[in-house]
C-alpha cells in the first residue's frame, strides 16, 4: 500500500510536467505560427498596394500594361502561405503557375478566392500578426525590465505600454508584475490568434474538389515514381554491395580452396596456411552480407525500437549528440526505418562536412505523423544540388509521400525537419 500511495503523487507530478510541457510547446508554435504569418501578411500587403495602385494607374488608362502582373503577384504570394499552412496542418497542394493575363485575376475562380484572401490576409491577418507578436515582445521586455531598466536615459525610463512613469525599483517591478499579466493573456489567446491568422487561407486557399482531387492524382503518380525510384536505387546499391564485397569475398575463398586442393598434392605442409587464408575470406563475406542485410532493414529497430536505434546512432556519432524521442507505440516497419536511414545519413553529413560541436535528433508522434528533427550548431550552407546526401534523404521520404524542409543559412545552425505519415 506504501508503494501505491508514494507513486501516486510521482503519477501527478508527471502529469503535471506533461501538461505544462505541452502547454509551453503550443504557446511557442502559436508565436511562431504569428511570426510566420507575419511575414506572409507583409507580402499580402504588399501585394494589396500593387493590385490599388495598378487598377488607380489602369483608370487613367497609364497602367493596363502592368495589369498582366497581377495574377502572377496574386499567386506568388498565396503559394507562400500554403506553403506556411502545409507545414502546420493539413497539406494545401500547390497550383502552380498563374493564368496569363489580366483577365484570369477575375475570370477564374480560383483567382477570385486568391484575391479576396490576399485583401483579407494584407489587412486583417497584418493586424493579428503584429497584434500577436507585439504582445509576446512586450511581455518580455517587461518581465526583464527590472534588469535594465537603469541603464536607459531618464526620459525613455517606461517601457511603452506602461503608463505611469519609473523612477525605483518598485516602479521597475511593478513594470514586471505588469510583463506577466501580459505574458498570461499572451499565453491564453496566443494559440486562438494563430487560429484566427491563418484561418482564411485554409478557407479560402484549398482548390475546389474536382482541381483538388485532380492535382492529388498527380501528387500520387509524382510520389509513386519518387517511390520506384527510390526502390530502383535501393536494389542498384544492394547489387553493387554484393558484387564488390561479398561476391569478390566467396570468389577468393574458391580459389583459396582449389590452392589448398592442389597444396594437398604438393606439399601438405602448405595446406593449413592456404585454409587459413579461405577462413579469412569467408569470415570476411559474411561480416559484408551482415552488413548488406542490416542495410536492408536493421535489425536494432525490432531489437531496440525506434528510441534504441536512434541513441545506438548517436552513441556511434563523432560528434556530440543527445537524442530525444517521443513516439508511443510502434509505427509501421517501413516508416521506422526511412526514420532511422534519414538519421543515418543526417549524421554522417554533420561528422563530415558541418564542423559542428553537438547534434540534436527530436522525434515526436503527432496523430498520424512522425516528425522529426535533427539540428547541428555546425557552418550551415548544406546544399542538396551538392552532394551532402540531402537529395537520397529527400528520395526516400518522398517514397512515402512524406516532406523535408532543410533550413541551413552559412554560418548555420543546420535544421532538417522530417514529416513522414506513420498511421493511427
Given at each position: 500500500m506504501r508503494i501505491v500511495k508514494g507513486s501516486e503523487p510521482t503519477v501527478v507530478r508527471r502529469d503535471g510536467r506533461r501538461v505544462l510541457v505541452a502547454r509551453a510547446r503550443a504557446v511557442l508554435n502559436a508565436l511562431e505560427h504569428l511570426v510566420g504569418g507575419l511575414g506572409t501578411a507583409l507580402l499580402a500587403s504588399a501585394g494589396v498596394l500593387w493590385v490599388v495602385l495598378?487598377?488607380?494607374?489602369?483608370?487613367?488608362?497609364v497602367g493596363l500594361p502592368l495589369t498582366a502582373t497581377l495574377p502572377r503577384v496574386v499567386r506568388s504570394v498565396a503559394e507562400r502561405e500554403r506553403g506556411r499552412l502545409t507545414r502546420w496542418g493539413p497539406e494545401i497542394i500547390a497550383l502552380g503557375p498563374a493564368p496569363a493575363g489580366a483577365r484570369g485575376l477575375l475570370t477564374d475562380p480560383i483567382m477570385r478566392r486568391e484575391l479576396r484572401w490576399l485583401f483579407v490576409h494584407g489587412t486583417l491577418g497584418l493586424f493579428i500578426g503584429m497584434f500577436g507578436v507585439t504582445l509576446a515582445v512586450q511581455a518580455v521586455q517587461d518581465v526583464t525590465y527590472p534588469l535594465w531598466w537603469r541603464l536607459l536615459p531618464r526620459e525613455e525610463a517606461a517601457p511603452t505600454f506602461v503608463f505611469w512613469t519609473v523612477e525605483d525599483d518598485h516602479g521597475a517591478r511593478l513594470v514586471a508584475l505588469f510583463g506577466f499579466v501580459v505574458a498570461a493573456a499572451f499565453v491564453v489567446t496566443g494559440p486562438g490568434l494563430a487560429w484566427l491568422q491563418a484561418w482564411p487561407g485554409r478557407r479560402l486557399l484549398v482548390p475546389p474538389a474536382d482541381i483538388d482531387l485532380s492535382l492529388r492524382i498527380a501528387h500520387l503518380s509524382s510520389t509513386r515514381a519518387a517511390a520506384l525510384d527510390a526502390h530502383a536505387t535501393e536494389l542498384r546499391r544492394i547489387e553493387r554491395s554484393l558484387h564488390d564485397g561479398a561476391q569478390n569475398r566467396l570468389v577468393a575463398v574458391t580459389i583459396l580452396i582449389g590452392a589448398a586442393r592442389r597444396a594437398l598434392e604438393r606439399d601438405p605442409s602448405a595446406t593449413g596456411s592456404a585454409l587459413d587464408r579461405a577462413q579469412d575470406a569467408a569470415e570476411q563475406a559474411l561480416a559484408e552480407l551482415r552488413t548488406v542485410v542490416r542495410s536492408i532493414l536493421p535489425p536494432v529497430l525490432d531489437d531496440r525500437g525506434l528510441a534504441?536505434?536512434?541513441?545506438?546512432?548517436?552513441?556511434?556519432?563523432?560528434?556530440?549528440?543527445?537524442t530525444d524521442v517521443d513516439v508511443p507505440g510502434r509505427c509501421a516497419a517501413s516508416v521506422e526505418a526511412t526514420a532511422y536511414f534519414v538519421t543515418a545519413e543526417a549524421l554522417t553529413n554533420i561528422t563530415k562536412h558541418s564542423r559542428a560541436s553537438r547534434a540534436d535528433v527530436v522525434v515526436r508522434r503527432e496523430g498520424d505523423r512522425l516528425l522529426l528533427r535533427i539540428e547541428d550548431d555546425g557552418v550551415g550552407g548544406a546544399d542538396a544540388r551538392e552532394g551532402s546526401g540531402i537529395a537520397g534523404i529527400r528520395g526516400r521520404i518522398e517514397a512515402h509521400d512524406g516532406r523535408l524542409e532543410l533550413t541551413s543559412p552559412p554560418g548555420g545552425p543546420t535544421t532538417l525537419r522530417v514529416e513522414l505519415p506513420c498511421g493511427l
Open positions: 495598378v487598377g488607380l494607374l489602369s483608370a487613367v488608362g534504441g536505434a536512434l541513441a545506438g546512432l548517436a552513441d556511434d556519432c563523432a560528434v556530440p549528440c543527445r
